[in-house]
Nanobody, 126 residues
Framework: VQLQASGGGLVQAGGSLRLSCAASGRAFSTYPTGWFRQAPGKEREFVAAINWSGSSTYYVDSVKGRFTISRDNDKNTVYLQMNSLKPEDTAVYYC????????????????????WGQGTLVTVSS
């Protein structure tokens, strides 16, 4: 599975961006998928995850109510809609997926995912 993350950019605080994670291979539609981010000098941090069908989602507390993860399995793509962006959201955002069969979307650890995209930079100016 190959993942291609896109949609990052420079935005002012309070603005919005939508990230996309496009995958190769039809099996991706059966894989749980997550978004992580890494700010300069910091460890990679979980942001959000979604189960294979899109019926279950999970978020880190700091983005609840502002970010929404969704997926379109017909397009083999997972999205991260980011609203009310804050300077502390500045980071490189990565999508990740796994063929492992998880029953929920509550999988916030990098080692729970097997395939990673290359990352897309989000910069939020104050």
């Amino acid at each position: 599975v190959q993942l291609q993350a896109s949609g990052g950019g420079l935005v002012q605080a309070g603005g919005s961006l939508r990230l996309s994670c496009a995958a190769s291979g039809r099996a991706f539609s059966t894989y749980p998928t997550g978004w992580f981010r890494q700010a300069p000098g910091k460890e990679r941090e979980f942001v959000a995850a979604i189960n294979w069908s899109g019926s279950s989602t999970y978020y880190v507390d700091s983005v609840k109510g502002r970010f929404t993860i969704s997926r379109d399995n017909d397009k083999n793509t997972v999205y991260l809609q980011m609203n009310s962006l804050k300077p502390e959201d500045t980071a490189v955002y990565y999508c990740a997926t796994t063929p492992r069969r998880y029953y929920s979307s509550r999988h916030p650890y990098p080692h729970e995912y097997d395939y990673w995209g290359q990352g897309t930079l989000v910069t939020v100016s104050s």
